[in-house]
């Protein structure tokens, strides 16, 4: 398996399905409801279906962790993590900020991640132990050391509430502490932008790994850092996580400790 051309070859899969995707227009009555603040269209499950014949074909004894349920996992071996359309309230409601994700992850952790914007027509991409890139071109994360020099994304659980009380302390405490938050709806673009150096922290919980695999391997080959709110968590699979530049990470941890 050579990852520099499976990585493009992806990325071509990437792009011609983020495009159908883009041309789309979904109905209102073409929507299902899975909880109030959980959507699903026919372009979803379309989209996965597409994402799983073309990954199949290039792996072919890979299994698939997908959020609409596509093919089935295969236990220690390669599995593909898909969100085939990360940020669907956001599509239904013509919001243009949504994207495509797409990570493999094999026995010894994430070995390629691939998340396209198809509004901006980009295309955010990494291997293990190769670098982040954007359209091609080398990205890093930011230099910024301190919380109250930082720009920050966060979002919000649509269906765990457990720790809400907490977790809006903590909002308003980073918002007189930091240059302000921004909530955009999709954890993978969230992601993407850290590794690009737009936000020095990105932190949320209720999060499934089709949500967040393919931006960590993008934000940790970037030069930044994924954890839990503590340690001991593995940000793909316990649903929570802190991603950062790395400079501020310990601040932006010890302050969720206070509250979560």
């Not at 593995?234 to 206070?258: C, W, Y």
């Amino acid at each position: 398996m050579q990852l520099p051309q499976l990585r493009d070859e992806v990325i071509e899969l990437s792009r011609t399905i983020g495009k159908w995707m883009l041309e789309q227009q979904v109905a209102v009555e073409e929507v299902e409801t899975k909880s109030l603040n959980n959507l699903v269209s026919y372009v979803d499950k379309e989209s996965e279906r597409r994402f799983v014949e073309g990954l199949s074909a290039l792996l072919p004894d890979s299994g698939f962790i997908a959020e609409e349920g596509t093919g089935k996992p295969v236990d220690g071996g390669l599995n593909w993590i898909i969100d085939p359309l990360d940020g669907t309230t956001n599509y239904l409601h013509h919001l243009p900020c949504w994207c495509t994700s797409v990570a493999l992850h094999g026995p010894d952790g994430l070995l390629l991640g691939v998340i396209y914007d198809p509004n901006r027509d980009e295309c955010f991409s990494a291997i293990k132990g190769g670098g982040a890139f954007c359209n091609g071109e080398a990205i890093e994360v930011s230099k910024a050391e301190r919380l109250s020099h930082s720009l920050l994304a966060t979002g919000f659980p649509y269906d765990d509430f457990s720790r809400q009380e907490g977790y809006m302390k903590l909002f308003a405490e980073l918002m007189r502490n930091s240059r302000g938050l921004r909530r955009l709806g999709s954890a993978a673009l969230d992601l993407a932008y850290v590794a690009r150096g737009t936000f020095e922290v990105f932190y949320e919980y209720g999060l499934n790994p089709w949500d967040v695999a393919a931006g960590i391997l993008i934000v940790e080959e970037a030069g930044g850092k994924v954890t839990g709110f503590g340690e001991g968590v593995d940000p793909i699979f316990g649903e929570e996580l802190i991603a950062s530049n790395t400079k501020v990470h310990r601040e932006m941890q010890e302050m969720a400790a206070r509250y979560l």
